[in-house]
């Protein structure tokens, strides 16, 4: 059962730790249904242990509430068996009378509770005579001296409202040792320094750069269509869908963007102006995002056009 827990939470640890990775890819990849589904996973696996941790400690504390009760159990066998074995006697049960059975008994005297009221009127009266005699004895002088005894349990002078001293300062209660506390600290220092790089990180590579052109005259680009169970035809309507809807993925407007069939499912792609490696990247996540269903585009390669190599 330990060895199964323990590889439960060795997948989920390992599937978690792949869906955050490739989150991260994606997103650097600006691929976006990519990267949501890779989200989707992490929440599902989280999620997942976080319901084998709630499960194992239900689990445990069943197992110590069931441990308890056949303590419990041992413990009322043990005495009904110590009850069943004492006889009446010296050794005998101390309040045996009690479990007597008064039919049988009849012709027998039980004097415990007779005696208990009595005892408990003569200590009234005892209690009520040494009383009287203390009221009469006391006089104004022992009255002043039991005063002075209990002066310093007085209350300040000028009531609650009075200020009062501080008390002096003592290490509180229950206080850790400080090298615990400071591990915990630099825990969380070096936690929130990391979250914090990350954040950065991928702030800055997922950021929008301002619309800029490239160095050359154009950008070629070659890229092949696959489809799962479809025919040429909707792949070269899934190709223009994808294309069309990409062309607006980039800061850069592409308003002289032409895509020509080569051949079958292989496409090719000028641009011009050229796109700068900002909006090359955004391109490529874009044509190669799980955009449309049961079609994939795989980028073969890109290029460069210079007017000035042509002359």
């Known amino acids: ?92 049960p101390r309040f045996a009378w009690l479990t007597r059975d008064l039919d049988r008994d009849r012709g027998r005297t039980f004097v415990f509770v007779p005696v208990l009221m009595v005892a408990g009127v003569a200590l009234s009266g005892l209690a009520w005579v040494v009383e009287r005699i203390a009221r009469v004895t006391v006089t104004p002088a022992g009255r002043r001296r039991l005063a002075g005894r209990l002066a310093p349990l007085a209350a300040p002078p000028g009531g609650p409202s009075a200020a009062v001293p501080d008390l002096p300062a003592r290490p509180a209660v229950g206080g850790g040792p400080r090298g615990g506390r400071a591990a915990r600290a630099g825990a969380l220092v070096v936690a929130a320094a990391l979250c914090a790089g990350l954040f950065a990180g991928l702030s800055a590579l997922t950021e929008t750069e301002p619309p800029r052109r490239g160095d050359e005259t154009a950008t070629s680009l070659l890229f092949t269509v696959d489809g799962n169970g479809i025919g040429a035809t909707r792949a070269a309507l899934a190709a223009e869908q994808v294309w069309e809807r990409c062309r607006d993925a980039t800061s850069l407007a592409l308003l002289q963007a032409g895509l020509t069939p080569l051949d079958d499912g292989l496409y090719a792609a000028v641009i011009h102006p050229s796109l700068s490696d900002h909006d090359e990247l955004r391109l490529r996540g874009c044509l190669e995002d799980a955009g449309i269903d049961r079609v994939q585009l795989h980028i073969l390669g890109t290029g460069s056009i210079n007017a000035a190599d042509s002359r």
């Open 1 to 92: 059962m330990r060895s199964a827990r323990l590889a439960a939470y060795l997948f989920g640890g390992a599937a978690a730790l792949g869906a955050a990775a490739y989150l991260v890819i994606y997103l650097y990849r600006w691929q976006w249904q990519r990267t949501i589904m890779s989200g989707v996973l992490l929440l599902i696996v989280e999620v997942l242990l976080l319901g084998l941790a709630v499960l194992d400690r239900v689990g445990r504390l069943e197992r110590r509430l069931a441990e308890g009760d056949r303590r419990q159990e041992e413990i009322l066998e043990q005495l009904r068996a110590a009850e069943r074995d004492q006889r009446p006697g010296p050794g005998g």
